[in-house]
């Protein structure tokens, strides 16, 4: 079973953490929420506190098979400057794992750590500036070997999806999207 941490901090967007989430799990992912603040509790952007399953402090993350980042203003700001969040991103991305960021969190995060330096990758638009060594496609979600990007809160599912066909199947991920609609509302 494919290993999921998704890193948490104050001021994230809510759809960009929590649908990723729920997709992954629906499709058998092992998915492990990340507190990278004091306290287990995380508040999005929009003021909903989420509850962790692990503080950063007590993680090992040398068993993931993807990092990820949401986005939202300003969580991917305290994102970038957890020491523990960075390291553990550029050992990720050193040791030729999968590495995944949506909305600002490319721009903001992965951008400035040189994560991002020859690929392709999206974000949210206005953040594209910040892609100086790399080339911004302005799509919903972007694939660049394990570097995997999206644009925004509507970039979400698709985002979602496609993550878990890199980590499960494309079988599985269609079958998820079909069963939650999603193919339904792109017909």
Do not use: W
Not at 42 to 60: K, P, R, S, Y
Not at 111 to 138: H, M, N, S, V, W
């Amino acid at each position: 079973m494919a290993k999921v941490y998704v890193f948490l901090a104050d001021g994230f967007e809510d759809v960009e953490a929590l649908i990723p989430i729920d997709v992954l799990r629906r499709g058998g992912v092992d998915v492990v929420t990340v507190s990278t603040t004091d306290f287990p509790l995380v508040q999005t952007a929009h003021g909903v506190n989420i509850e962790a399953d692990l503080m950063f402090e007590q993680g090992d993350f040398s068993d993931a098979d993807l990092l990820f980042l949401p986005g939202g203003m300003p969580g991917a700001s305290n994102l970038y400057q957890h020491k523990g969040v960075c390291k553990a991103l550029t050992d990720q991305h050193a040791n030729g794992k999968k590495v995944a960021a949506i909305c600002a969190s490319p721009a903001v995060v992965l951008a400035p750590l040189g994560i991002l330096d020859g690929k392709r990758a999206t974000c949210y638009p206005g953040f594209e500036q910040a892609l100086t060594k790399a080339t911004y496609t302005a799509d919903l979600v972007t694939v660049d070997g394990n570097i995997t990007t999206g644009e925004g809160p509507a970039a979400a599912f698709p985002f979602a999806y496609e993550l878990l066909a890199q980590l499960v199947d494309q079988q599985t991920s269609d079958q998820i999207a079909e069963g939650m609609r999603y193919k339904h509302l792109m017909a």
